[in-house]
């Protein structure tokens, strides 16, 4: 076979085109989750994504202190993105919804169904998990990462990637509840940093607190030296996200 020549899949033509074409009409719908959304969200600044485990139930610890810090920075003039499920994502909803700021959910459709919660102002659902993620960083100023799994450690470390390679602007990641972090937060700070993988800046990304009123008070200070207003340098930043 020539190197040029295409093997279809299934060995069979017609399926091969067949596939081709339904990947071209994906892309409608990919583009389509980025519109509705972007115009949706156009409103809420400033706001704060809050990531956490799903599987936590009301009556954990965890859900309370992510429900008081969510009604904190929503009476502070925040918007609280969270992902729109069970756990610490409704926890974080329910805490704005009952406060001043809007409460956003960014439902993902999952094989096992992701059942929306019901303290969402603005509810969006998205069939790709990158353009949900993009969301999540597009439109917030500060992420609060509660006690979670692979999908909270997933997005704690693309931010961090993100920032670190300059393809996001700088903004506050704070952990929550120490003890749950200190393994990770050890291991960043000497393992990775000792073998030079990343630098001592980096690991100064992340800051750990453990009270709701700490939470709002450090992003607070953060703008207060920065100010809330996009530069266009930032502005630059956003569209080549």
Request: proline letters at 6%; charged letters at 20%; hydrophobic letters at 45%.
């Amino acid at each position: 076979m020539n190197k040029t020549e295409k093997i279809p899949l299934d060995g069979d033509p017609e399926i091969s085109n067949a596939f081709a074409s339904q990947e071209a009409w994906r892309i409608f719908g990919i583009m389509s989750e980025f519109v509705e959304a972007t115009q949706r969200l156009s409103s809420i600044h400033p706001a704060v994504s809050i990531f956490g485990g799903a599987r936590f139930s009301p009556d954990s610890p965890y859900y309370a202190l992510t429900e008081k810090i969510a009604r904190q920075l929503s009476d502070a003039g925040f918007s609280v993105i969270s992902g729109g499920g069970p756990g610490i994502m409704e926890a974080a909803n329910k805490g704005a919804f009952f406060g001043k700021s809007p409460s956003v959910g960014l439902n993902i459709e999952l094989p096992c169904e992701q059942i929306p919660n019901d303290y969402q102002d603005i509810s969006l659902s998205f069939r790709h998990f990158f353009a949900r993620k993009y969301m999540f960083v597009r439109f917030a100023n500060a992420y609060v990462v509660m006690p979670g799994g692979f999908g909270t450690l997933d997005e704690l470390l693309e931010a961090l990637a993100l920032i670190q390679t300059g393809k996001s602007r700088k903004i506050p990641i704070i952990l929550v509840h120490e003890p749950f972090w200190r393994g990770l937060v050890d291991w960043l700070r000497t393992t990775l940093v000792s073998e030079k993988v990343i630098s001592p800046e980096d690991a100064g990304l992340i800051q750990v607190l453990d009270e709701p009123k700490a939470v709002v008070d450090a992003i607070f200070r953060h703008y207060e030296e920065h100010g809330f207003a996009t530069l266009s340098v930032e502005r630059e930043i956003w569209l080549n996200l």
